[in-house]
Every structure is written in C-alpha cells, then in structure tokens.
C-alpha cells in the first residue's frame, strides 16, 4: 500500500507544536507495519538542511503562477523517504513556517500551502515517473487541506485522500479573492464547496472533498460534531459523520522516554523512578533557580500559551499552590498578555515559580522528567501529547476531561488511575483537583504506585500505525 503523507511541518525537520512530533513519528510507525509511505514538505531552509540524501526529483514547472517549483527527493533522519516542495519565492525566507519574525501571518500563506496541497494532489495523480504512484493521499489540517479539493476537481482515476483534523480552530480562511489565485473556480465559492462565512476556507475544503475524514482521539471527534466544539463546520462534521473517525495519536518512546534520555541528568524507569527523579528535580530547581525543596510538590507546564490551553486557568491558581507548599515551572509562548502575567508571577515568587517563555527542547524533557505533576487544563485537547510523554517519565498529568486527555488519563479516584482529571474548565475546578494532588503526594506509597502504573502504559505508535493501515484500505474502498 503506498502513502503520500503531506503535510507542513515534520519533526526534525521543521516543527512548531503537536502537528510537527505527530507527523515525525507516524510515518515511520507505518513503514515499519509494511507501508510504502513517502512524506512531502515544503522546502524550508531548516528542512533542506536537515533532511538526509538530497537529490532532483520532478520539476513541476510554475503550476499556479507563484514561482518556478520542483520535489526534491530526499530522506527524513529516520530513513523515509521524503518530496520537499522547493519554491525559493514561496519557503527560502526566516522565520517560521507560518509566521514572520513578529509572529504575523505570512500575507501570501494561502499561495504557500496552495502550491504545496497542489504538488501532493500532482504526485497522486502522476506519480514520480519512476513507477511510485500513490494509493492514498494524507492531508494534514488546513495548510493541506487543498489536495482533496485539487484531486476531486481532476477529473479521471487518482487516489483515496483523507484528512487528518489537529486542531479545528486553524482553518486557513482568507479573503474570496484568493479562490482563482489559487486555480478553483467561483463555482466553488458556494456552500458545498469551499466558502464558509465569505471567506475561502482551506480546512472546509479538505473536510467537503476528502473521501475520508479522521481527527486525532475517539472523544473529539465526537466533539467536534457539537456547535460548542466544532468552530462552525459541525454541521459539515455530521454531515459526513460516515466518513469521520478518531485514531489516538502516539508517543514517540525513542524520544521520549526517561531510561535512555540524553537531557536528564539521571536517566531512570519505572523501578528507579523515585531515585531518578529525585536527581532529575534537584537538578531543575538548580538551573530554574527555585528553592532546593525536594519534598515539595513541584507542578510543570510545557505548552503554548493560549486560551485553548487553559493557562489562565493555571494564573488564577498559582498563588494558592505555593501557598501549599508546591514549586511551579513553566515553558511556552503565545498570547503576549498571558505571558506578561507568568513573567509577573515568577518575578513575584521567586524561587517557587521559575517561567521560560519560548520553546527548548533540552528543557522541555527536564520538566517532563523533575516534575511530579504536569498541568494540562485545556478547554479542549484534540489528543494531546505532553500528557503521554507525561506519564512515561512518572509524571502525574492533571488534565481536564476532554477529547484525548480523557481517552488517555484514567482519574487516580479509578482502580488503575494514572493521574487526576477535573470536568469544569475554571479556577475551582483545577484547584479541587490540585487538592487532590496534595493529599496523594503526601501519602508516599500510594504516590508511588499511580505513579509506576503511569509509566507502565503504553501509547506507543505501532497501535496507531495499524488503525491508520485499516483507514487507508477503507480511504480506497470508499474512493473506489
């Protein structure tokens, strides 16, 4: 079965959140259950630099006026093999992938992810010329979201496409303008095509054209069927409630695991973890200047800053959680006023609250593995991986119910708990959580043991590779 997997970002090559360590997994989780799976990406200058035997591949000519573009052919770290979309007018900038040095929008972002949805749309149809035609095509959210729409408008034989949801609330919606700009016809400006509230929709379109549609838990795809969850295209969802499914993302253990980590200080397992971890906060309180208090409850945050997220949530509790006797450390970015706030917060708690706003991979792991407990209070979560990674390095996640955080946190109140779960999305709702939090962390052995069954679960990505094995045969069923 071969697969194009398109998408805009792939760990490590180019990754900005959830989307990037999903598509830098996946892929070869498939290729090791048997799948002929290839990867396309833009030809970002980190990607050109990072990506493995590099050589020309099918010049494409200038296919929608943007620039001249050709694939090249190369390979990810891992070995899978790879197409980078190389429009040097198009990705050769700094910056982002999305976003410029001010963290605005690339103004020609809907040109960008046009070219690449039409080079994966292309590929499908054509093949490589070397005999690699694709049966499936795998779009990931809105950047891609334009090859279905491109394939079902070509007409004659082509492959299955589905879509992969990561997040409902980016859509890619840009100004009716753009519609012949991008080669559609106004006769997809309407309700059954690609228009949604006057503007050009690249996710609606990918959701209206797909032959399959799957998001990332079982839970939010069910969610994301309510007009409360589903930003606007739930009635499109159920709609094509048939075609929609939800597949549990994974966690990448060749990365994140603590027994052979090469950031901690300590490595540790489920048999060491207390001793490991011990180490592991020591050395966080050191380098985040916090208190050296081993005995206190230290909470961590490793997340983007954002309403989503529920970190004002996290705001509205801090005062009272160093009141307890707890230690809180935080890495992200996003919405500069709740920054503000958490750089206040640190410099108001010195050495109970430690903030790093931006991204740090070493750090990322460091918390992960000195943590007790990991705070996710998302409003909403379409799976969610910093829980999984959470659990495997002994780290209680307290999260809210929602999509892949409920699928994936048994509630410590549960017989095989593995971390503390809250239903209201609001301050008292976190606090009577983090009581619950308190209450066990006091009682060592009983901490112990949800903390061992935590790391004894396994999210790994062989379950999900094989879910998506039996979507694809069904993407090309429902094609045919």
């Known amino acids: 079965m071969k697969i194009l997997f398109v998408t805009s970002e792939a760990h490590p090559l180019v990754k900005t959140g959830g989307l990037g360590d999903v598509a830098g997994a996946l892929p070869d989780a498939l290729a090791a259950e048997g799948l002929d799976v290839r990867m396309m990406i833009p030809g970002y200058p980190a990607a050109l630099e990072r990506a493995e035997r590099l050589t020309d591949g099918p010049d494409l000519g200038?296919?929608?006026?943007?620039?001249?573009?050709?694939?090249?052919?190369?390979?990810?770290?891992?070995?899978?093999?790879?197409?980078?979309?190389?429009?040097?007018?198009?990705?050769?900038?700094?910056?982002?992938?999305?976003?410029?040095?001010?963290?605005?929008?690339?103004?020609?972002n809907h040109r960008r992810f046009a070219t690449l949805s039409w080079a994966a749309a292309y590929l499908g149809k054509v093949g490589d010329g070397k005999a690699w035609l694709p049966a499936v095509?795998?779009?990931?959210?809105?950047?891609?979201?334009?090859?279905?729409?491109?394939?079902?408008?070509w007409r004659g034989p082509g492959p299955g496409s589905l879509i992969t949801i990561h997040?409902?609330?980016?859509?890619?919606?840009?100004?009716?303008a753009i519609l012949e700009e991008v080669g559609l016809g106004p006769d997809l400006f309407d309700i059954d095509g690609v228009e949604f509230h006057g503007a050009v929709s690249f996710l609606k379109g990918g959701l209206r054209f797909a032959d399959r549609i799957n998001t990332v838990s079982p839970t939010y795809a069910r969610e994301i069927q309510t007009p409360e969850m589903g930003a606007g295209l739930d009635g499109l969802l159920r709609h094509r409630k048939a075609a929609l499914s939800g597949i549990l993302n994974g966690a990448d253990y060749a990365i994140w695991d603590p027994a052979r980590n090469p950031n901690l200080i300590r490595n540790y397992d489920a048999e060491t973890v207390a001793e490991g971890k011990a180490a592991c906060k020591r050395d966080l309180q050191m380098r985040m200047d916090l208190a050296p208090r081993p005995e206190a409850p230290l909470f961590g945050v490793v997340s983007r800053i954002s309403d989503q997220k529920g970190l004002d949530l996290v705001l509205a509790v801090a005062d009272r959680l160093v009141e307890a006797g707890g230690q809180l450390v935080v890495l992200g970015s996003g919405e500069a006023a709740e920054e503000a706030e958490f750089r206040r917060l640190a410099e108001a708690r010195q050495g109970s609250v430690a903030v790093q706003i931006g991204y740090d991979e070493p750090l990322a792991h460091r918390i992960q593995a000195a943590a007790d407990a990991l705070l996710v209070p998302s409003r909403f979560e379409p799976?969610?991986?910093?829980?999984?990674?959470?659990?495997?390095?002994?780290?209680?996640?307290?999260?809210?119910?929602?999509?892949?955080?409920?699928?994936?946190?048994?509630?410590?109140?549960?017989?095989?708990?593995?971390?503390?779960?809250?239903?209201?999305?609001?301050?008292?709702?976190?606090?009577?959580?983090?009581?619950?939090?308190?209450?066990?962390?006091?009682?060592?052995?009983?901490?112990?043991?949800?903390?061992?069954?935590?790391?004894?679960?396994?999210?790994?990505?062989?379950?999900?590779?094989?879910?998506?094995?039996?979507?694809?045969?069904?993407?090309?069923?429902?094609?045919?």
């Open 62 to 108: 200038d296919p929608l006026g943007f620039g001249r573009t050709r694939l090249i052919s190369a390979r990810m770290p891992g070995g899978v093999p790879l197409w980078l979309v190389d429009c040097p007018i198009l990705f050769d900038r700094p910056g982002g992938p999305y976003n410029d040095a001010s963290r605005a929008d690339w103004p020609d």
């Open 167 to 176: 997040n409902i609330l980016f859509q890619g919606r840009f100004p009716r």
């Open 383 to 480: 799976c969610g991986l910093t829980q999984l990674y959470a659990m495997r390095f002994g780290t209680l996640p307290v999260a809210r119910r929602t999509g892949g955080l409920a699928d994936t946190v048994i509630d410590a109140r549960e017989p095989n708990g593995t971390g503390f779960l809250f239903d209201t999305a609001s301050a008292v709702g976190l606090w009577t959580a983090l009581e619950r939090v308190f209450a066990l962390h006091a009682d060592a052995t009983a901490w112990q043991a949800v903390r061992q069954r935590a790391m004894r679960q396994d999210f790994g990505w062989t379950r999900a590779a094989r879910a998506y094995r039996d979507l694809y045969r069904k993407t090309i069923e429902t094609a045919n």
């Open 137 to 153: 095509v795998h779009a990931n959210d809105w950047q891609t979201g334009l090859a279905p729409v491109y394939l079902k408008q």
